[in-house]
């Protein structure tokens, strides 16, 4: 079966510190992974996606995502927060049975304090 | 930009009432979802359509109906609304061959 972890459900760092968000999934195959980002009383925005190519993915806000093979992993990275960063945070793998169809991990919440 | 809305931001419903939720999307996409997000369960899909009148059941379609008589509209219905259904209710749109969902800003739903 396939399946995204999100360890953490809250992450907390302070302002100009790096920031790291974990993911971990489950997936036969080569796996199609996203972030979103949803900020307070809106819908998910994404950020970023891996397909196929260098581990390291570069998205929106300066956020970027390594994807790990061997670890099964797709860490999302930012080398300085921002309060604004403060946000809902999803990971999400395309189930192999769908072209369409998102698995998406429980989220993190990301708070970034002064 | 692609814009998802959704008809209301904020619903509250009766037990037994039937509930519709309605999406528009602007983008002519072909497909379409409708989610619950619920805390500490993440997004769980209930319904997708890939195509005017065609619907494919997510992984909690129970207690939910949909229907999608214009590509631009996607609407979900519960038929008789209880008290387990409250939730955010998220809709997105996806273009074909494309791998970016664009979501609306949800529906908060309170069913007493």
């Known amino acids: 079966a396939q399946s995204v972890a999100q360890p953490e459900d809250q992450v907390n760092v302070a302002e100009g510190n790096p920031l790291t968000v974990k993911c971990t999934y489950s997936?036969?195959?080569?796996?199609?992974l996203f972030w979103y980002v949803q900020y307070p009383n809106r819908g998910l925005q994404f950020l970023l996606k891996?397909?196929?190519?260098?581990?390291l993915v570069k998205g929106s806000y300066g956020f970027e995502a390594e994807f790990n093979k061997s670890q099964t992993s797709f860490h999302l990275k930012k080398p300085s927060a921002l309060v604004s960063d403060s946000a809902l945070y999803f990971c999400?793998?395309?189930?192999?049975?769908?072209?369409?169809?998102?698995?998406f991990g429980s989220g993190t919440r990301l708070l970034v304090r002064p | 930009d692609v814009k998802v809305t959704q008809s209301s931001r904020y619903l509250v419903k009766r037990t037994g009432e039937k509930v519709f939720l309605e999406c528009v999307q602007d983008m002519d996409h072909e497909n379409m979802f409708w989610y619950r997000q619920d805390p500490g369960l993440g997004l769980r899909l209930i319904y997708f359509s890939y195509d005017v009148k065609m619907k494919e059941k997510g992984d909690i379609p129970e207690g939910y109906s949909v229907s999608r008589e214009k590509k631009e509209r996607f609407s979900l219905i519960l038929e008789s609304a209880s008290t387990n259904q409250t939730s955010m209710y998220l809709c997105?749109?996806?273009?074909?061959?494309?791998?970016?969902?664009?979501f609306g800003p949800g529906t908060r739903l309170t069913v007493t």
């Open positions: 997936v036969s195959g080569n796996p199609y």
């Open positions: 997105a749109s996806l273009a074909g061959g494309s791998d970016e969902q664009y």
């Open positions: 891996y397909i196929t190519g260098d581990n």
């Open positions: 999400a793998v395309r189930a192999m049975d769908s072209s369409y169809k998102l698995i």
